[in-house]
Protein backbone atom coordinates (compact mmCIF):
# COMPACT_ATOMS: atom_id res chain seq x y z
CA UNK A 1 0.00 0.00 0.00
CA UNK A 2 1.43 3.81 -0.91
CA UNK A 3 -0.90 5.45 1.74
CA UNK A 4 -0.98 8.60 1.23
CA UNK A 5 0.47 10.17 -2.11
CA UNK A 6 0.88 13.61 -3.47
CA UNK A 7 1.56 15.36 -6.62
CA UNK A 8 3.99 17.43 -7.56
CA UNK A 9 6.75 17.44 -4.23
CA UNK A 10 7.79 20.44 -5.43
CA UNK A 11 6.28 24.04 -7.54
CA UNK A 12 7.61 27.42 -8.10
CA UNK A 13 4.75 29.45 -9.32
CA UNK A 14 4.85 33.24 -10.21
CA UNK A 15 1.92 35.52 -8.42
CA UNK A 16 -1.13 35.13 -10.24
CA UNK A 17 -0.85 31.46 -11.50
CA UNK A 18 -3.35 28.48 -10.78
CA UNK A 19 -2.42 25.10 -9.66
CA UNK A 20 -4.03 22.10 -8.49
CA UNK A 21 -2.42 20.26 -5.77
CA UNK A 22 -3.37 16.04 -6.41
CA UNK A 23 -3.93 14.03 -3.44
CA UNK A 24 -4.82 10.22 -3.24
CA UNK A 25 -5.20 7.75 -0.54
CA UNK A 26 -5.56 3.85 -0.65
CA UNK A 27 -6.73 3.13 2.68
CA UNK A 28 -10.20 3.16 2.08
CA UNK A 29 -10.63 6.12 4.32
CA UNK A 30 -13.47 8.30 4.52
CA UNK A 31 -12.47 11.65 5.40
CA UNK A 32 -9.80 13.87 3.95
CA UNK A 33 -7.65 16.76 4.58
CA UNK A 34 -5.60 19.42 3.56
CA UNK A 35 -3.05 21.43 5.74
CA UNK A 36 -0.09 24.07 5.39
CA UNK A 37 2.30 24.15 7.03
CA UNK A 38 4.51 27.46 7.94
CA UNK A 39 7.52 27.65 10.54
CA UNK A 40 6.23 29.53 13.29
CA UNK A 41 2.78 28.75 12.71
CA UNK A 42 2.18 25.03 12.93
CA UNK A 43 -0.26 22.94 10.67
CA UNK A 44 -3.15 24.68 9.82
CA UNK A 45 -6.40 22.90 8.42
CA UNK A 46 -7.39 24.74 4.79
CA UNK A 47 -10.37 22.67 3.63
CA UNK A 48 -11.37 18.95 5.31
CA UNK A 49 -14.06 16.30 3.87
CA UNK A 50 -15.50 14.35 6.11
CA UNK A 51 -17.20 12.43 3.66
CA UNK A 52 -17.05 11.39 -0.42
CA UNK A 53 -19.60 14.18 -1.97
CA UNK A 54 -19.11 16.80 1.14
CA UNK A 55 -15.98 19.15 1.80
CA UNK A 56 -16.07 22.17 4.81
CA UNK A 57 -13.63 25.05 5.41
CA UNK A 58 -10.97 24.78 7.67
CA UNK A 59 -9.35 27.74 9.83
CA UNK A 60 -7.76 28.76 6.42
CA UNK A 61 -9.20 28.53 3.54
CA UNK A 62 -9.39 31.92 1.80
CA UNK A 63 -7.34 31.89 -1.67
CA UNK A 64 -8.12 27.65 -1.54
CA UNK A 65 -10.75 25.42 -3.50
CA UNK A 66 -11.51 21.96 -2.91
CA UNK A 67 -12.71 18.66 -5.00
CA UNK A 68 -13.29 15.43 -3.55
CA UNK A 69 -13.05 13.67 -6.78
CA UNK A 70 -14.33 9.83 -5.62
CA UNK A 71 -13.12 8.50 -2.08
CA UNK A 72 -9.88 8.10 -3.02
CA UNK A 73 -8.90 11.41 -4.06
CA UNK A 74 -8.78 15.01 -2.92
CA UNK A 75 -7.41 18.28 -5.00
CA UNK A 76 -6.50 21.08 -3.83
CA UNK A 77 -6.92 24.68 -6.26
CA UNK A 78 -5.07 27.80 -5.92
CA UNK A 79 -6.76 29.80 -8.34
CA UNK A 80 -4.19 33.07 -8.29
CA UNK A 81 -1.75 32.19 -6.22
CA UNK A 82 0.06 34.61 -3.88
CA UNK A 83 3.29 34.76 -2.09
CA UNK A 84 1.55 34.55 1.29
CA UNK A 85 0.49 31.19 -0.43
CA UNK A 86 4.35 29.95 -0.28
CA UNK A 87 4.26 27.06 2.21
CA UNK A 88 4.36 23.21 2.75
CA UNK A 89 1.22 21.69 1.76
CA UNK A 90 0.18 18.20 3.24
CA UNK A 91 -2.84 16.17 2.74
CA UNK A 92 -4.03 13.72 5.00
CA UNK A 93 -6.78 10.74 5.32
CA UNK A 94 -8.45 9.52 8.26
CA UNK A 95 -11.47 7.63 9.57
CA UNK A 96 -14.33 9.70 11.54
CA UNK A 97 -15.82 9.04 14.96
CA UNK A 98 -18.13 11.09 17.13
CA UNK A 99 -15.34 13.02 18.51
CA UNK A 100 -13.69 14.09 15.00
CA UNK A 101 -11.08 12.61 13.06
CA UNK A 102 -8.83 9.17 14.17
CA UNK A 103 -5.79 8.91 13.25
CA UNK A 104 -4.66 10.56 10.51
CA UNK A 105 -2.12 9.34 7.68
CA UNK A 106 -0.08 12.05 6.24
CA UNK A 107 1.59 12.34 2.51
CA UNK A 108 4.92 13.32 2.13
CA UNK A 109 4.35 17.23 1.44
CA UNK A 110 4.44 19.52 -1.66
CA UNK A 111 6.98 22.70 -1.21
CA UNK A 112 5.16 25.42 -3.15
CA UNK A 113 6.86 28.68 -3.57
CA UNK A 114 5.31 31.39 -5.17
CA UNK A 115 7.53 34.30 -6.34
CA UNK B 1 -9.80 31.98 20.03
CA UNK B 2 -9.79 28.59 20.37
CA UNK B 3 -6.39 26.70 20.35
CA UNK B 4 -4.14 24.05 21.41
CA UNK B 5 -0.79 25.65 22.93
CA UNK B 6 2.76 23.79 23.07
CA UNK B 7 6.07 24.68 24.67
CA UNK B 8 7.54 26.11 21.65
CA UNK B 9 10.87 25.70 23.55
CA UNK B 10 13.11 23.28 22.56
CA UNK B 11 13.38 20.58 24.94
CA UNK B 12 17.03 18.57 25.50
CA UNK B 13 17.82 15.66 27.58
CA UNK B 14 19.92 12.98 28.60
CA UNK B 15 19.68 9.35 26.79
CA UNK B 16 17.86 6.99 29.37
CA UNK B 17 15.82 10.00 31.14
CA UNK B 18 11.63 10.59 30.83
CA UNK B 19 10.89 13.33 28.15
CA UNK B 20 7.34 15.32 29.49
CA UNK B 21 5.55 17.28 26.65
CA UNK B 22 2.93 19.70 27.58
CA UNK B 23 -0.04 20.76 25.23
CA UNK B 24 -2.32 22.89 27.03
CA UNK B 25 -5.82 23.90 24.75
CA UNK B 26 -8.11 27.13 25.98
CA UNK B 27 -11.67 28.04 24.48
CA UNK B 28 -12.58 24.74 23.72
CA UNK B 29 -13.21 20.82 24.71
CA UNK B 30 -11.87 18.56 22.37
CA UNK B 31 -13.32 15.27 22.14
CA UNK B 32 -9.38 14.42 21.57
CA UNK B 33 -6.22 14.78 21.80
CA UNK B 34 -3.67 12.96 19.32
CA UNK B 35 0.45 13.17 19.48
CA UNK B 36 2.07 12.93 16.80
CA UNK B 37 5.65 12.81 15.23
CA UNK B 38 7.20 14.80 12.40
CA UNK B 39 10.78 14.45 11.11
CA UNK B 40 12.14 17.48 9.10
CA UNK B 41 11.16 16.83 5.50
CA UNK B 42 8.68 14.71 6.57
CA UNK B 43 4.84 14.53 7.32
CA UNK B 44 3.18 13.94 10.49
CA UNK B 45 3.27 10.46 11.80
CA UNK B 46 0.05 9.36 14.61
CA UNK B 47 1.91 7.73 17.59
CA UNK B 48 -1.22 8.03 20.10
CA UNK B 49 -4.67 9.09 20.41
CA UNK B 50 -6.28 9.56 24.55
CA UNK B 51 -10.13 10.18 24.51
CA UNK B 52 -11.62 12.76 26.94
CA UNK B 53 -13.05 10.14 29.21
CA UNK B 54 -10.01 8.40 29.58
CA UNK B 55 -7.25 9.85 32.04
CA UNK B 56 -4.06 7.79 30.76
CA UNK B 57 -3.25 5.64 27.54
CA UNK B 58 0.33 4.00 27.26
CA UNK B 59 1.78 2.35 24.34
CA UNK B 60 5.10 1.11 24.43
CA UNK B 61 7.75 3.47 25.66
CA UNK B 62 5.05 6.58 25.35
CA UNK B 63 2.38 7.58 27.78
CA UNK B 64 -0.54 9.96 27.45
CA UNK B 65 -2.76 11.55 30.20
CA UNK B 66 -5.59 13.61 29.38
CA UNK B 67 -6.32 16.10 32.57
CA UNK B 68 -9.86 17.95 31.78
CA UNK B 69 -9.34 19.76 34.91
CA UNK B 70 -6.49 21.37 34.13
CA UNK B 71 -7.29 21.62 30.21
CA UNK B 72 -4.13 19.36 29.26
CA UNK B 73 -2.12 16.69 28.14
CA UNK B 74 1.37 15.50 28.84
CA UNK B 75 2.88 12.98 26.66
CA UNK B 76 5.89 10.80 28.04
CA UNK B 77 8.85 8.72 26.46
CA UNK B 78 10.32 6.61 28.86
CA UNK B 79 14.27 5.42 28.45
CA UNK B 80 14.46 8.11 25.60
CA UNK B 81 16.89 7.53 22.81
CA UNK B 82 18.51 9.82 20.22
CA UNK B 83 16.47 8.25 17.67
CA UNK B 84 13.75 9.93 19.73
CA UNK B 85 14.71 13.23 18.00
CA UNK B 86 12.13 15.10 16.72
CA UNK B 87 9.07 17.66 16.79
CA UNK B 88 6.03 16.48 18.46
CA UNK B 89 2.94 17.76 17.79
CA UNK B 90 -0.06 17.92 19.47
CA UNK B 91 -3.66 18.30 18.06
CA UNK B 92 -7.32 18.13 19.45
CA UNK B 93 -10.20 17.22 17.44
CA UNK B 94 -13.98 18.09 18.27
CA UNK B 95 -16.29 19.86 15.83
CA UNK B 96 -12.88 21.64 14.73
CA UNK B 97 -9.57 20.31 14.78
CA UNK B 98 -6.11 22.16 15.93
CA UNK B 99 -2.77 21.54 15.87
CA UNK B 100 -0.21 22.93 18.25
CA UNK B 101 2.80 24.62 16.91
CA UNK B 102 5.43 21.41 18.32
CA UNK B 103 8.09 21.08 20.40
CA UNK B 104 11.32 20.19 19.52
CA UNK B 105 12.92 17.34 21.32
CA UNK B 106 16.77 16.70 21.37
CA UNK B 107 18.16 13.28 23.08
CA UNK B 108 21.79 13.66 23.87
CA UNK B 109 23.57 10.25 23.76
Known amino acids: NAGVTQTPKFQVLKTGQSMTLQCAQD?????MYWYRQDPGMGLRLIYY???????DKGEVPNGYNVSRLNKREFSLRLESAAPSQTSVYFCASSEWASGGPLEQFFGPGTRLTVL | SQKIEQNSEALNIQEGKTATLTCNYT??????LQWYRQDPGRGPVFLLLIRENEKEKRKERLKVTFDTTLKQSLFHITASQPADSATYLC????????FGTGTSLTVIP
Open chain 1, 27 to 31: MNHNS
Open chain 2, 27 to 32: NYSPAY
Open chain 1, 49 to 55: SASEGTT
Open chain 2, 91 to 98: VGTGNQFY
